[in-house]
């Protein structure tokens, strides 16, 4: 099993661009998640999925969108991309609500995004 | 909204002695979970151990535990036996249980550096 893979690694845009962050799990999980990680700070969830065919809103939405494409995937789109955005963005996911064992979060490696 | 409190920035431990981090949160819920997350260089986010509130009885995992104080709020990490390979940022999270607000909330982390 791969668990959460994500790609890109490392991306560099240009303000005002667009870029889609790919995500992708084999581990039949339900729940899939975004979040960014900026220096000094712990994770801040910016969109979620509980299951496949739902996304919602989490602390730091604005300027994101997401697509829950089927179970295993979870992408993340930015339309016109900020300095602000820069930061790196992490993929989770959990097998379902129910128990701290089904509801624990698993992370992708990583994309580390500069945004000029 | 809950918050964690990571206060300690940085620690410092000697290879093969122990080492506390510590955690504090805020909620108004009376059952939820709790975890550990290990961060080293390679960016990877890392389950080191979890606890249920309503489990009175502290999570152990090898040289992990957790000391849980309910009442205090606190959920202090202890590392047993410090490794080389332990030096990373720690994170503490807070998972609720209210699942229409599905957030995990992150501490600002600590970074655990082993002296050899």
């Known amino acids: 099993n791969a668990g959460v893979t994500q790609t890109p690694k490392f991306q560099v845009l240009k303000t005002g661009q667009s870029m889609t962050l790919q995500c992708a799990q084999d581990m039949n999980h339900n729940s899939m998640y975004w979040y960014r990680q900026d220096p000094g700070m712990g994770l801040r969830l910016i969109y979620y999925s509980a299951s496949e065919g739902t996304t919602d809103k989490g602390e730091v939405p604005n300027g994101y969108n997401v697509s829950r494409l089927n179970k295993r995937e979870f992408s993340l789109r930015l339309e016109s991309a900020a300095p602000s955005q820069t930061s790196v963005y992490f993929c989770?996911?959990?097998?379902?609500?129910?128990?701290?064992?089904?509801?624990?979060?698993?992370f992708g490696p990583g994309t580390r995004l500069t945004v000029l | 909204a809950q918050t964690v409190t990571q206060s300690q920035p940085e620690m410092s431990v000697q290879e093969a002695e122990t080492v506390t981090l510590s955690c504090t949160y805020d909620t108004s819920e009376s059952d939820y979970y709790l975890f550990w997350y290990k961060q080293p260089p390679s960016r990877q986010m890392i389950l080191v151990i979890r606890q249920e509130a309503y489990k009175q009885q502290n999570a152990t995992e090898n040289r992990f535990s957790v000391n849980f104080q309910k009442a205090a709020k606190s959920f202090s990490l202890k590392i047993s036996d410090s490794q080389l390979g332990d030096a990373a940022m720690y994170f503490c999270a807070y998972r609720s249980l209210d699942y229409n607000n599905n957030d995990m909330r992150f501490g600002a982390g600590t970074r655990l550096t082993v002296k050899p």
């Open positions: 989770a996911s959990s097998e379902a609500p129910g128990s701290v064992s089904t509801d624990t979060q698993y």
